[in-house]
């Protein structure tokens, strides 16, 4: 069976990505806390992984392996607890348009680790998706949280972004060595364990409304989808060609914020929308023709 195109899988990433921001943001909203509704949607998806991973009898990664996991699994995890804790302060639209830096950041952080050119196409359409994020950032959203801090919540999406674009590249790295079902099986286990503790200490460690289990076993489903889809998009395409394609998250996000939590964004995040699609169509094009280039073949058929 032919593997879909990685622009493809990292859509469908980012379509998942957004499912598990609105499914946390409800638990958040039922009275659960930022660290143990966290560390349940890793400690979750941990056991799933553990057992297919033991199912699977694969090798256990070797040492230098496993402290690159931990190491990976820090920047991932104190991501995920900036944006989750950013959803509690503005709207769900807002953070993943303010979320969006992080694709500016993947290119030249790949650049440094991996040695990737920049090719001049993939920085400007990325620039031109930035910038129809940053329109979008202006508009004022119908909906959001009435005791949100607006300030804490821009900090805190935008050090998530920075950890998220460095936990890409790390990805991207890793994917060379390692399979997917290793890869995602350890980006469960460890955030789990780093988060652990913390939740004992500084908080209730079971969810205070029992219907918070449900959405937190989907947002631990969605999580291994979104780093399947991730690991195998990433091991097969630069990174700085499918970061832009993290921008369609906007329309995903503003579609789920406006049908469960009555959000309604603004003019300026659809016309923003528009700029970013524009950006990634660009992208997707220039990648075609480059790679039916370097193939012998005729640029022209673009559909092949």
């Not at 603004?266 to 039916?292: K, M, Q």
Request: include cysteine.
């Amino acid at each position: 069976m032919r593997t879909p195109h990685p622009i493809l899988l990292v859509c469908f990433g980012v379509l998942f990505g957004c499912g598990i921001d609105a499914m946390m943001k409800y638990v958040m909203q039922s009275g659960t806390s930022v660290i143990t509704a966290t560390t349940w949607r890793y400690t979750l998806g941990a056991i799933i992984m553990t057992a297919l991973f033991a199912a699977s009898r694969r090798p256990f990664p070797s040492l230098p392996a496993i402290r690159f996991h931990a190491l990976r699994s820090l920047a991932q995890v104190i991501s995920a607890f900036c944006f989750f804790y950013s959803l509690t302060q503005i709207a769900l639209a807002e953070a993943v348009v303010m979320g969006f830096t992080a694709a500016l950041m993947i290119a030249p952080i790949a650049r440094v680790i991996l040695g990737e050119k920049m090719s001049p196409v993939t920085i400007c359409a990325s620039l031109i998706g930035f910038c129809g994020a940053a329109l979008a950032a202006t508009a004022e959203t119908a909906g959001a949280p009435a005791d949100g801090n607006r300030l804490y919540g821009t900090i805190a999406v935008l050090g998530s972004a920075v950890l998220y674009a460095l936990n890409i590249v790390l990805l991207r790295l890793r994917t060379k060595e390692e399979d997917s079902l290793t890869l995602v099986t350890f980006m469960n286990i460890f955030p789990a364990l780093f988060l652990a503790p913390f939740m004992f200490v500084f908080s209730d460690p079971l969810p205070i409304n029992a219907a918070a289990w449900s959405p937190l076993i989907g947002a631990s489903l969605f999580g291994i989808g979104i780093w399947w889809l991730m690991t195998m998009a990433y091991a097969r395409e630069k990174a700085q060609t499918l970061a832009p394609f993290e921008y369609t998250g906007l329309i995903w996000s503003a579609l789920i914020g406006y049908a469960f939590f009555q959000e309604i964004p603004g003019w300026r995040v659809w016309a923003g929308a528009a700029i970013i699609i524009a950006a990634c169509l660009v992208v997707a094009f220039e990648t075609h023709f480059v790679a039916r280039r370097q193939a012998k073949l005729p640029a022209s058929d673009i559909l092949t």
